[in-house]
């Protein structure tokens, strides 16, 4: 079997997530600089969330000709927390940080046992718009959202690599007092897998894992509390 090399870029992805936060601190500063007047709204926005993420395969390396193997990890409940600042009363910048356990399995390609679980973790700055609708209740609003990071992805062998992410979604918000409020969203969460990351499975073989875009969708909702 091959031995495991190290575990792949994981620089680009951290610079990756520091750029998308540097961003958006310039951008809340400069806008809070603007205005004088002391918010009439509260400012910070804190959020767990409970969802359920889609299946995201990987394409395995190297491909043999005519087939298509790759590994798959398992569709499966997710779970996290985001926490925003309001650099306007319609627009929130946030870090959220998700979490999906999960199994994997190969397809294409018969390697054995895969690694029995694989988690992936999600660190994400977000950025989201907020919009009024004439013909709604006040208390709804619905919202888009875009956000970058980085995706790490590790089994229960102790190895795993981490690629930059991003996102695109929206949702609504449920305003039931200006302390708390309920949200549900759905995103598409693209993970850019190059160059290529090392997993090794369960019976000790060792897999690279590569390609371009992996993608993966979720679905989350949880309370806001805001102060």
């Known amino acids: 079997m091959d031995s ?17 936060f540097l961003l958006a601190a310039l951008w809340s500063t400069s806008l809070c600089a603007q205005s004088s007047d002391p918010p009439q709204y509260p400012r910070f926005d804190f959020t767990p ?17 005519g087939t298509n193997p790759r590994l798959v990890l398992d569709a499966s409940p997710s779970y996290g927390v985001a926490f ?15 979490i999906q356990d999960s199994n994997g399995h190969f ?13 992936l973790n999600q660190f994400h700055g977000d950025f989201s718009h907020e919009y009024t609708i004439e013909d709604w ?6 919202f888009v959202m875009l956000s970058a990071g980085a995706t790490h992805i590790s089994s229960s062998t102790g190895t795993g690599f981490t690629r930059f992410s991003f996102g ?30 090392t997993i090794i499975c369960g019976a000790g ?3 690279h894992v590569g390609g371009t875009v992996s993608s993966q969708g979720e679905i989350t909702a949880g309370p806001v509390l805001r102060f």
């Open 4 to 20: 495991c090399r190290p575990l792949g870029c994981c620089g680009c992805a951290r610079s990756g997530l520091l750029i998308s």
């Open 49 to 65: 969330q409970a969802g359920y993420r889609t299946a995201v395969s990987f394409p395995i390396d190297p491909h043999v000709q």
């Open 84 to 98: 925003g600042y309001r650099i306007h009363e319609d627009d929130l910048v946030e870090f959220r940080w998700i």
């Open 107 to 119: 397809e294409g390609i018969d390697l054995g046992s895969v690694p029995q679980h694989l988690r």
């Open 137 to 142: 209740a006040r208390q709804v609003k619905p």
């Open 168 to 197: 695109m979604g929206g949702g609504l918000r449920f305003y039931v007092s200006s302390h708390l409020a309920f949200r549900v969203q759905a995103e598409w969460l693209p993970v850019l897998v190059s160059p290529t990351g």
């Open 205 to 207: 073989c060792t897999i």
